[in-house]
């Protein structure tokens, strides 16, 4: 069993350290500034159809664009029946899920083969907790990515696995098929992790592990559960974003593709070159990983969890350029796709330092430089105040929805909902007596 190796140097436990205070500042921070009431898509949540109809399966699986945010609805419901739908609680739970995935990927790198010092996925995973995705962290309607993520990331652990339980599998299986439903890149992810487990399980079957009767029932399984929600949400897209469509043929698809890439190392700048240099940064561990299984170097279980994340997240961004890299190339740094390309830095280096073990000084090399590079181009992503603007635009914003209530005002709110009136989302909340109304109505 591979354990846990503690920060042997001292740069290693200054990233420990650094690592720790960023995490609390985030946190600090934006909970400090969240303020309990809706902002833009979340406006949504208030529509006749939607929450106010309660439960309805028509709410949670009817479209959000094109994206499918069952997980994110049902939250939705979830905390109003707790607490009146409190944004700021939404938020909590949130940083809860990303706080959690970042202990997950530092765990993989620490589980890889050649007992990793636990610096090494610690410093890379400094540069998660930048401001580069912040509106994924203040918005928290943006649980759909967080919730994506999260799934797929507990469907990676649970699905490979030594012991290879049935109830372990399944279990991964549906919380693959939860990652399906959250977001429009789910299925992208879990499509990789289909592929990358059915592998895992023919190779332990041609090596003897396990008899036909258990690798047949149990890649069934699987299959139908995770096949059968891509094929679910597939054919539930609407016509409209199928014609939209750019597919890998065109050059538009994969200039957005490696500038979202390169976003998610912080570089901010839209240039193809920048892109295929932090992809190839990417794919190239993997690549000679692959190329030594010929030599008779299985992969270890850690791993194929590892290859699983990064191809998984790959995918994501992929489905991204599917559906946005016939507008504006601009639109690959949108601040909220960071957060899916920004966890192939750590689990890409965790890569490099497992390839490279044996070369120790090369390691070095190469981890000094992806450090340097992201040290670089994250430089100017470390806006903190970006947290309390928004909590002050909001705050300042509220007296449009006091003088409503109040028979003051129209519910003409831009800044809150950029277009038209909210007053019907208004009269729904009152009725609804939701936290937000409640408490400005108590003033």
Known sequence: MTQMSLPRTVPFRTAWILLIALACTNVLLILHSAVDLPYWDEWEVLLPDALPAGLTWDWLFAR????????????????????????????????????????????????????????????????????????????????????????????????????????????????????????????????????????????????????????????????IVIGGSLAGWVISLPETNQSSIIWPDRLSFWNFFTNQISWGFGIGTTSFLL????????????????????????????????????????????????????????????????????????????????????LPLLRKRVLVGIWGLCFFAYSDDWQFRTYSNHGRDLKNNESCVRDYYAGKGPAICPALYPTGSIADRLDAARKLNLSFYRRLRSR
């Open 64 to 223: 959000h664009n094109e994206h499918l945010v069952v997980t994110t609805k049902f939250l939705v419901w979830l905390l109003y029946k707790l607490n009146g739908w409190n944004l700021v609680s939404h938020v909590a739970l949130n940083l809860l899920t990303w706080l959690a995935m970042v202990a997950w990927v530092i765990r993989l790198g620490i589980k890889q083969p050649g007992n990793m010092d636990s610096g090494i996925p610690a410093a890379f995973s400094v540069f998660i907790f930048s401001t580069i995705f912040h509106e994924n962290l203040y918005w928290a309607f943006q649980s759909a990515f967080h919730l994506c993520l999260f799934f797929f990331f507990i469907a990676v652990e649970l699905l490979f696995d030594e012991k290879q339980s049935s109830r372990r599998i399944l279990t991964g299986a549906a919380f693959a098929a939860l990652s399906i439903f959250s977001m429009s890149f789910g299925p992208g992810s879990c499509a990789v992790l289909l592929l990358s487990w059915l592998f895992f399980k023919l190779v332990r079957f041609r090596a003897g592990r396990e008899n036909s009767t258990r690798f047949l029932c149990q890649a069934a399984a699987v299959t």
């Open 275 to 358: 892109g295929l240099l932090c992809f190839l940064i990417v794919i190239l561990p993997p690549a000679i990983r692959f190329s030594e299984i010929r030599a008779g170097r299985s992969l270890e279980i850690a791993e194929y969890k590892l290859f699983t994340a990064i191809f998984g997240l790959l995918a994501a961004a992929a489905i991204f350029a599917l559906g946005r890299s016939g507008g504006l190339l601009s639109a690959s740094k949108f601040s909220r796709y960071a957060e899916v390309t920004a966890f192939l830095v750590p689990l890409s280096a965790i890569a490099w330092a497992t390839v490279l073990n044996r």
